[in-house]
């Protein structure tokens, strides 16, 4: 199963479940934001579904508005760290796509001029 409230063996459920502490930015029913340990930027938040997604891939129309929740909240956590200039959101994806704990999540990055990708 790709889908579970919960994963024991992820550090992102452990996170929200508060066994692995974090510095809180935003928490709802259905995400919480917190700042990335290894930052890549002076703003580097990263915002995660509260439910277990494994990424992108295992998107579905039951487990959407998760994701759409986090979509439509972004704009007001760039605000709120005055990057809503210009900043870049990130979601890796499998291995290939360098993505290193398998729980859904998006980079929110800025607060310097960022290197073009793509
Ligand atoms: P990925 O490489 O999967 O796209 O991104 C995972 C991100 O999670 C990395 O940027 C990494 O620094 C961050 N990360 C990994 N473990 C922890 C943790 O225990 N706490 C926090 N705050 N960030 C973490
Ligand atoms: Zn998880």
Redesign the pocket.
Known sequence: MSEHTHNSDC??C??INGE????KVYEDDKILV???????APV?I?CVTKIHIDSLNEVNSENISYVSHILEKIPEFAKSFGIDGGYRV???IGED???????L?F?VIGGKKLGYIG
Do not use: A
Request: glycine fraction near 6%; avoid cysteine.
């Open positions: 550090v992102f452990k996170i692995i502490p974090s510095r917190f700042h990335d340990i290894n930052p890549s580097h990263l990130v979601t890796n796509g360098g993505q290193s704990v398998k729980h999540h980079h």
